[in-house]
């Protein structure tokens, strides 16, 4: 109960600090108003609740934020070269993953993480087989397809090990079978 008071509340600070950020100017009236809005869309439209099924791993998480920077920075510069250097565009293609991440929430968020990083983008999410189709922008070698699978792998390992361990695993009702 406490918990889910005080993510309502987060919800309720987030939004109306948003709302006076797109207002780009901080007045009595533009937070009460933010807040008039964030607490219509929280009571009027709620979000249904996602079951969290793992447990936060701090240190591996660190991990992998800094695992995300570095492919940000490294395929920025791929892009970037890409875009400038002489000759044909590269070969694209559509290449399929496989990802072994348990909980939907988790498979969302390392979906999210692979759309933020430059030279790819996932266009279909198979949930039930756990595959993910990604459009690439440079694949014309095996080095290339190499390193796209190698990075998805990277992500991924790091994603169960900072919510998925298996010690701290718990299957949420909803995916536990009644038989």
Known sequence: MTRTVLLRAWVVCW???????L??????????????????ITLLLPLPQVPV??????????????????YLVLSSVQVAWLAIKPGPPPHSAVLRAH????SDLVLALTVSVLNLIPGGIVLEI?????LIY???????TDKA??????????????????????????????REDPA
């Open 15 to 21: 939004l109306t600090l948003v709302w006076v950020l």
């Open 23 to 40: 207002w780009g100017n901080v007045s009595a009236a533009n937070v009460l108003g933010g807040v008039a809005v964030a607490l219509v």
């Open 53 to 70: 099924e793992g447990k936060l791993h701090p240190l591996s998480l660190v991990r992998l934020v800094v695992l995300i920077a570095y």
């Open 99 to 102: 990802v072994a991440i348990k």
């Open 126 to 130: 198979d949930q039930t087989r756990r």
């Open 134 to 140: 990604v459009h690439v922008i440079d694949a014309g």
């Open 145 to 174: 397809v190499a390193r796209f699978y190698r990075q998805v792998a990277d992500i991924e390992r790091l994603m169960i090990a900072a919510f998925e361990k298996d010690v701290d695993w718990r299957p949420s009702a909803e």
